[in-house]
């Protein structure tokens, strides 16, 4: 491998690492309350409509696995999406 590869090839590296670095200061900043709601903005992001139907999905697969944490999780998300959709907040 020539110099000038190496050379390009560790920084690129240090920049992917500077960049994952300001990454996770930033989500360090967020409280918990912050991240529930990034969730439930996430899951309309993807899903669109459908983030309802995906929320409620997942909360009988959870259930069904008798995971008791993640069922409330999502139930959390569902009341979430609901107050932004009616344009409340909690």
Avoid: C, N
Avoid at 48 to 54: F, L
């Amino acid at each position: 491998m020539s110099l000038l590869r190496k050379q390009h090839l560790h920084r690129t590296a240090r920049r992917t690492l500077l960049h994952h670095e300001r990454r996770k200061q930033a989500l360090r900043g967020m409280t918990a309350e912050e991240e529930r709601w990034a969730e439930v903005l996430l899951a309309v992001r993807l899903h669109g409509d459908r983030a309802p139907d995906w929320i409620a999905e997942r909360i009988a697969a959870l259930a069904y696995a008798g995971d008791e944490a993640g069922v409330t999780r999502f139930m959390d998300m569902a009341a979430r999406l609901d107050a932004l959709t009616d344009g409340t907040r909690q």
